[in-house]
């Protein structure tokens, strides 16, 4: 059974940092897109980052600079480490992985498996 679960996520000031963590078990992740997504009340799910197996980062435009997603895949388990946080990053975020690898843009629909999510909160 695949099972992707976050942790991490927690309240925290304008300009401060988390750092998301996801363990996924029950698939070989070594050969597939992993990714993180977010969605805040009201709005739609959306892509924040992906990695491949080769470790190749891609970010959306409003995480560029600011985030950073990384992977070991010895221990199964792929980050988000998010800086300088600003209020509209406000949101539940959820990590992703495919089943493929390839071009690991993230886009809900290119993911299959989902974790359940983690809240990150931003405000002073």
């Known amino acids: 059974q695949v099972q992707l679960v976050e942790s991490g996520g927690g309240s925290v000031q304008p300009g401060g940092s988390l750092r998301l963590s996801c363990a996924a078990t029950g698939y070989n992740f070594r050969k597939s897109c992993m990714g993180w997504f977010r969605q805040a009340p009201g709005k739609e799910r959306e892509g924040v980052a992906g990695?491949?197996?080769?470790?190749?980062?891609t970010y959306v435009d409003s995480a560029r600079a600011r985030f950073t997603i990384s992977r070991d895949d010895a221990k199964n388990v792929f980050y988000l480490q998010m800086n300088s946080l600003k209020p509209e990053d406000t949101a539940t975020y959820y990590c992703?992985?495919?089943?493929?690898?390839?071009?690991?843009?993230?886009?809900?629909?290119?993911?299959?498996?989902w974790g359940q999510g983690t809240q990150v909160t931003v405000s002073s």
């Open positions: 990695i491949d197996i080769d470790g190749i980062q």
């Open positions: 992703a992985a495919a089943r493929s690898d390839g071009y690991c843009y993230p886009a809900v629909g290119r993911y299959n498996y």
